[in-house]
């Protein structure tokens, strides 16, 4: 079963940058992957902010973006608001025999 | 909007079947373009896919689960709905509905708000 990581923590200033990145135990995240990034904040259902490497949904702020760096998935938030603090996880397609495969999450602190 | 509720028991007994229906409002289930997916989180813990399903009934389900886990469309009551047998306590977590809604391969982006399922006796 593939793995997918992620850091357990981050921590950025306001107004700072910080990507977040998600890799996999089979190798090089691709676009075949089709890297999706979701926020969730405590007490909350996840919302989904970044589908198929980089694209953003019609609610997700311009400052999160996505892309493929250094063979993982990743996600930067640019000028990070307060109001970013959450726990970010991403989702990778594994194939078709494993389906969807979530990382473990990335505690993200606005401080 | 769409939209999507989960309902059903909030405490299963172990070794017994845990059944969740999610109803949708704001489209039709039998959709083209939609798959409809459920998703766990225990306690404390991250998230974990548990299975998809087309509204022509194809389904797509983790292998970690795929012996215990059924999920099945009823296009009438626009519903859906998993069931999940010989529940343990490492089961117990918040279930969450939710959609592929412009093809499987674009996942999750409308949620339902999570019911807790605690499995206890």
């Known amino acids: 079963q593939t793995v997918v990581t992620q850091e357990p923590s981050l921590t950025v200033s306001p107004g700072g940058t910080v990507t977040l990145t998600c890799a996999s135990s089979?190798?090089?995240?691709?676009?075949?992957?089709?890297p999706n990034w979701f926020q969730q904040k405590p007490g909350q259902a996840p919302r989904a902010l970044i589908y198929s490497t980089n694209n953003k949904h019609s609610w997700t702020p311009a400052r999160f973006s996505g892309s493929l760096l250094g063979g993982k998935a990743a996600l930067t938030l640019s000028g990070v608001q307060p109001e970013d603090e959450a726990e970010y996880y991403c989702?990778?397609?594994?194939?078709?025999?494993?389906?969807?495969?979530f990382g473990g999450g990335t505690k993200l602190t606005v401080l | 909007q769409l939209q999507l509720q989960e309902s059903g028991p909030g405490l299963v007994k172990p070794s017994e079947t845990l059944s969740l229906t999610c109803t949708v409002s704001?489209?039709?289930?039998?959709?083209?373009?939609?798959?409809w997916g459920w998703v766990r989180q225990p306690p404390g813990k991250g998230l974990e896919w548990i299975g998809s399903?087309?509204?022509?009934?194809?389904?797509y389900y983790n292998p970690s689960l795929k012996s215990r886990v059924t999920i099945s469309v009823d296009t009438s009551k626009n519903q859906f709905s998993l069931k999940l047998n010989s529940v343990t306590a490492a089961d117990t977590a918040v279930y969450y509905c939710a959609t592929h809604s412009s093809g499987y391969y674009l996942p999750f982006d409308y949620w339902g708000q999570g019911t807790l399922v605690t499995v206890s006796s």
């Open positions: 989702l990778l397609y594994c194939g078709g025999a494993q389906g969807w495969v």
């Open positions: 089979t190798g090089a995240v691709t676009s075949a992957y089709y």
């Open positions: 704001g489209g039709s289930i039998s959709s083209t373009s939609y798959y």
């Open positions: 399903i087309y509204y022509s009934g194809s389904t």
